[in-house]
Nanobody, 121 residues
Framework: QVQLVESGGGLVQPGGSLRLSCAAS????????MRWYRQAPGKRRELVAE???????NYADSVKGRFAITRDNAKNTVYLQINSLKLEDAAVYYC???????????????WGGGTLVTVSS
């Protein structure tokens, strides 16, 4: 099995920055795409950014130019640098990874428990 644990959330003023981290652990054979989603109260969970194993990235239009996703394959960790925070960025941010656990034949979609980002002046 693979476990994902996010960290780095907190309370930030509009215009501020945060760096979220998500570390994968467990019996990992291979990790493919890693993604960050977010879910605000009363809203659907939405894809914010994704990065494949080769480093190619994709972003939601609402965060382009402000968010940056990176990964450290040696550490099985994905990061989300959030700059120029807006009130509408407030949400629980979830890490997602498509990974093959040791001994498994197929990839599984794994989720972290989320980290809360609050934006308030």
């Amino acid at each position: 099995q693979v476990q994902l644990v996010e960290s780095g959330g907190g309370l930030v003023q509009p215009g501020g920055s945060l760096r979220l981290s998500c570390a994968a652990s467990g019996s990992i054979f291979n990790i493919g795409a890693m993604r960050w989603y977010r879910q605000a109260p009363g809203k659907r969970r939405e894809l914010v950014a994704e990065i494949n194993s080769g480093g190619s990235t994709n972003y939601a239009d609402s965060v382009k130019g402000r968010f940056a996703i990176t990964r450290d394959n040696a550490k099985n960790t994905v990061y989300l640098q959030i700059n120029s925070l807006k009130l509408e960025d407030a949400a629980v941010y979830y890490c997602n990874a498509v990974a093959v656990a040791a001994g498994d034949r197929y990839a599984t979609n794994y989720w972290g428990g989320g980290t809360l980002v609050t934006v308030s002046s």
